[in-house]
C-alpha cells in the first residue's frame, strides 16, 4: 500500500455525512479558517458579531454553552468578557484547532473553556439545562434536520433562558445564485450542498418562515432579529480599499435590523427566549 492511502481513505471517509445526515467538519478545519475567517467575508461576519451580540442578549457573566463551536471563535469572544464557556462540538480536528488557538493566541483566564466531544443531539445526556445562554451560530444549515436541532436546544435551555441562534439563509443563498446568473439553480430550488467532498454550502438552509415556526411549536419567543452581510455577498465590485471596507461595514451595521434588509442577510441571527414558568 502506498504511504499516502491510509490518509486519503481517512480524508475520503471524513467527507461524508452521519448516519443522522449531520456533516461534521473533520478534515475541514484548515479550508474552513483559509476560506471563511482569513477571508474578508469571516471579518465581516466577526465584526457584525461583535457589534450585534452586546445589543441583541442580556449578558450578566452567565454562563455559555457553545453547540457546534467549530474553531472557536465564539467561545474565545465569551470568555474574554467574563462568561464560563463549554464549547460543544463533534469534529475531533475542530476542536483540536480551537484549543491549540485559544492556548497559543489568546489569554484566556484558566479553564474559562471546558471542551466536549459532541454532537447536539446527544447534549442533554452530556450537559443537560438549565442553561440560561446558548449559542448556536451557523450550525442548523449542515444537520439533516434542523427542526428537531431546535427543540433539543429548546430543551437545555432555562425558563428565561437566551438562545442566540444564527443560520444560512435560504432565501439569500437563491437570492445570491440569482444575482450571479445561475438562473436555471435557483428556478429549480437546487440550493442545498450535498455535503460531500469540501464544499461549504451547506445541506439544509434555512428560511425566517421556518425558524419563526419552529420557535413557536418548541414555546420560544423571537426578542431580535438580524441579518449578517446583508450587503456584502451582493456587491458587483469587492471593497478595493481600507477605506471602502470600512464604509460596508458601517452600512452592514445600519440596515442589519432594518426591514427588509435584514431578510435577506446571508445568515439570519436571532436571540430566542424560553418563556418564564408562570404559577
Ligand atoms: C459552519 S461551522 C460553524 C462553526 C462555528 N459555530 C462558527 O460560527 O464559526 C459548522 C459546525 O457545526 C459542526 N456540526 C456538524 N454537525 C453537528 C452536530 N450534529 N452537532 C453539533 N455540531 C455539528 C461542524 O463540525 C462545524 O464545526
Redesign the pocket.
Known sequence: MHPNDKLINAEFKSYQL?Q?G?????GLADK?SRS?YQAPRGELRLAMLDYLLPQMLTLSHQKVL??????G??AAWFAERGHRVTM????AD?LNYAKTWHRDAKTLPEEAITYLQA???QLTQHVPGSWPLIT????LE??GDPQA?LATLSDLLAPGGQLSL?VFNRDALRFSNVVKGNLEKALSDRLAGKGKRQRLTPISPVSHAEIEQWSADNGLVIDAVAGIRVFQDYLRHSPATPAETETLLALEKQYCRYDPHWRLGRYLLYTLIKPEIVE
Not at 460543544?88 to 469534529?91: F, I, L, R
Not at 448556536?136 to 450550525?139: K, L
Open positions: 452521519t443522522a449531520d456533516r461534521y467538519f473533520d474552513f471563511l457553545d453547540v457546534g463551536g467549530g474553531l471563535q465564539q460543544a462540538e463533534p469534529s475542530m454532537p447536539l443531539q448556536c451560530h451557523a450550525v449542515w444537520l436541532a444564527m
